[in-house]
């Protein structure tokens, strides 16, 4: 069948505007967000929730944390209790940051104890570290040990309580670690906490070499991270006026808690997640 010449110039313009119409929608598609759209994308992505990683101290284990976690994850807050295996703090640390190297995004590191040791040396040069969280915990400075700084003031009681033996190392020489008698763990680790449940933490605490108790941090995170740091007024590990002068030390936003123990993420689980939720929100406004 022929066309005429007025059929093929009509057919000829339709397709024409079907053309345009095609590559002008490819280049709506391909172009890059802008404006608001932008905008939304970026308030979306700053208001997403860091990564809470909690690592617990010597004479305990993740379970400490589990009121904690639960808080955290009810608010909605991605968690990860590790595993700290308080051998020293350069090995610790190192082993620290392997995980940390796991977890995609914003990081609110929080430590207990020993751990602030190793979240301090851990987190030194870590982007994603936004907020460090100290929880009656030590916050040393470059060439300071936990046992210097629980030396510091008076009022330690935790050298009479703890029972040492020896353990091989891979040299064939031997090292030594501790625990605390667990007739002594309830009133010198968590005198606030039900009987009950300080004998189950005794029954479970792990035990800490002296290496990493007496071992120098190399590197101090919190000259650079925003730092928070919750003292307990009742601490028989760490002497109180040790854990303040290292938090004012720090510029750490500090809460006390007069009566808590060294176990205060146990015995006061909404405190010390009302504080940790305090460091996530600021990291992401």
């Known amino acids: 069948m022929s066309l005429s010449s007025r059929t093929r ?11 345009a119409t095609a590559v002008a929608g490819s280049l709506i598609a391909a172009a890059p967000v802008t404006g ?10 700053k208001r997403a929730k860091p990564t809470v990683v909690l690592v617990h101290g010597a004479f305990a284990d993740a379970s400490s944390w589990s009121g904690v976690v639960k808080r955290l994850q009810n608010d909605g807050y991605p968690v990860l209790a590790a595993a700290n295996p308080l051998r020293g703090v350069t090995s610790d640390a190192a082993y620290l940051r392997s995980i940390l190297d796991t977890v ?3 990081v609110v590191l929080v430590g207990h104890s020993y751990g602030g040791s ?45 029972n040492p033996s020896s353990y ?9 670690e501790l625990t605390i008698k667990p007739e002594r763990f309830h009133q010198q680790f968590a005198a606030d906490v039900p009987a009950p449940t300080a004998a189950i933490m005794a029954a479970s605490q792990r035990p800490v070499t002296t290496l990493a108790l007496d071992e120098k941090v190399s ?6 991270i925003p730092s ?13 006026k040790a854990e303040k002068w290292m938090a004012e030390r720090a510029h750490a ?23 940790i939720v305090r460091a996530a929100r600021d990291t992401t406004r």
Not at 9 to 18: E, G, I, P, R, Y
Not at 36 to 45: M, Y
Not at 142 to 156: C, I, R
């Open 104 to 106: 995609r995004g914003p």
């Open 118 to 162: 190793v979240i301090t040396q851990a987190a030194a040069g870590d982007p994603d570290v936004k907020a460090l969280v100290y929880i009656a915990a030590f916050i040393p400075n470059v060439g300071e040990s936990a046992g210097d700084l629980a030396a510091k003031y008076p009022g330690s009681t935790l050298g009479e309580a703890v």
């Open 36 to 45: 608001s759209a932008a905008s939304s994308d970026k308030a979306a992505s």
């Open 253 to 275: 936003r500090t809460v006390t808690l007069d009566g808590a123990s060294h176990a205060v993420a146990v015995s006061q689980p909404a405190a010390v997640t009302d504080l």
């Open 219 to 224: 590197k101090a995170a919190w000259k650079d």
């Open 168 to 176: 091989p190392l891979p040299d064939g020489s031997t090292g030594t």
């Open 228 to 240: 928070y740091a919750m003292t307990a007024g009742q601490d028989r590990n760490i002497p109180p």
């Open 9 to 19: 110039s009509t057919l000829k313009a339709a397709v024409t505007v079907a053309g």
